[in-house]
């Protein structure tokens, strides 16, 4: 019995550290990275399945690509096209809804009496108000780019090339108007004048869907693990830890899944 007890012991520690190694790799957007969404979730379903999540934060349109490479085992972004067309191509097994939150307009004076994104950005083309734009092929930039329907070429439009915090930053030094996720702007810290100029509207919401990579395309990516995650975040506990995560009593991103 002792020396059962005993190879009990041994065999539980030598399997602690492959348990403890094992990760996934998420393909993701610097909205879910930089409004410390990531840093409040990923801990606790670590904590429950022993699965460490390394996050790869870039626009939607690059993680897309990253994970149609294979250099990811779980997509996470925000662009509903990019995602139905992913796995319409092979490259994803299935969408799920996970979460929302919305777009806003931010700038140093109100847009008075607009009635939705596009007359807001008709007036600021007509004022000819610097915007900065993210054009990045990200989430946000694609919206962007949809409610212009065609993108300025004006002195006054500028592309910054970067993430959301580099092209508020840009914003706030220049006293522009920018199409920011509303996750970043409440965790935005850089605010000064900058403040929401408009808000609302059905073309303004914001989803996010999550997809496993196809391991029929890739066979190295974690299918076990990945679809672990996948499960966790759709499930009751992964809805409930993304509609508590909240900065300045606010909350940052709404649980969408279907049950």
């Not at 957007?29 to 670590?46: R, W």
């Not at 490259?91 to 931010?106: A, C, K, S, T």
Request: proline share 5%.
């Amino acid at each position: 019995m002792i020396k059962l007890f005993k190879f009990f012991i041994l065999f539980s520690l030598l399997a602690l550290p492959a348990q403890a190694n094992e990760f996934i790799t998420v393909a993701s957007t610097t909205s879910t990275q930089n409004s410390g969404l990531f840093a409040h979730i990923l801990p606790m379903f670590t904590k429950k399945t022993g699965i460490a999540v390394h996050v790869v934060a870039v626009g939607t349109g690059q993680a897309i690509r990253n994970a149609k490479r294979g250099d990811a085992d779980v997509l996470l972004v925000h662009h509903r096209p990019s995602e139905d067309a992913f796995v319409a191509q092979g490259f994803g097994v299935q969408r799920f809804d996970v979460m929302m939150n919305d777009f806003v307009i931010v700038g140093v004076k109100p847009l008075n009496k607009v009635l939705n994104a596009k007359e807001a950005f008709s007036v600021l083309a007509a004022q000819k108000s610097a915007f900065i734009s993210r054009g990045d092929d990200s989430g946000t930039h694609k919206r962007e780019r949809s409610i212009w329907q065609s993108p300025p070429s004006a002195p006054w439009y500028r592309e910054a090339g970067a993430g959301m915090g580099a092209t508020l930053n840009m914003a706030q030094a220049m006293g522009a108007y920018t199409l920011t996720d509303r996750g970043t702007w409440i965790a935005f810290q850089n605010k000064g004048d900058l403040r929401i100029v408009y808000e609302g509207g059905k073309g303004l919401a914001n989803p996010y869907g999550v997809i496993l990579v196809d391991p029929q395309r890739h066979p190295h990516v974690k299918a076990k693990a990945g679809q672990a995650f996948i499960d966790w975040l759709i499930s009751t506990e992964g809805q409930t830890a993304i509609a508590d995560f909240k900065l300045n009593d606010e909350q940052l991103f709404f649980p969408t899944a279907k049950p």
